[in-house]
Nanobody, 123 residues
Framework: QVQLVESGGGLVQAGDSLTLSCAASGRTLTSYAMGWFRQAPGKEREFVASITWSGGSTFYADSIKGRFTIARDNAKSTVYLQMNGLKPEDTAVYYC????????????????WGQGTQVTVSS
């Protein structure tokens, strides 16, 4: 069993930066691919970024490509999402998730989820 806890969300202005963290406990994240997803009010949960277990490959949604960066520190069992150039449309609850098989853009492929952290971007 893996427990995931996100942190780092908050209220920022358009153009600002935030770094989200996702800390894991229960098991090491070494063998898990990790993903970030987000869900805005009234919308479905959508893929943001993912990273393979080694950190060797990363994948991004087109809407955030070039602005967000996913990274991981397996020694700390932590995954990060660096968000630059935030826009009001980035406002959402951000969730991290762990997948014990492979990096994926599909939420149903993930086995464990955090509780989410709110990011609000004002214009």
């Amino acid at each position: 069993q893996v427990q995931l806890v996100e942190s780092g969300g908050g209220l920022v202005q358009a153009g600002d930066s935030l770094t989200l963290s996702c800390a894991a406990s229960g098991r090491t994240l070494t063998s898990y691919a990790m993903g970030w997803f987000r869900q805005a009010p009234g919308k479905e949960r959508e893929f943001v970024a993912s990273i393979t277990w080694s950190g060797g490959s990363t994948f991004y949604a087109d809407s955030i490509k070039g602005r967000f960066t996913i990274a991981r520190d397996n020694a700390k069992s932590t995954v990060y999402l660096q968000m630059n150039g935030l826009k009001p449309e980035d406002t959402a609850v951000y969730y991290c998730a762990a997948n014990k098989h492979y990096s994926s853009k599909n939420s149903w492929d993930y086995d464990y989820w955090g509780q989410g952290t709110q990011v609000t971007v004002s214009s």
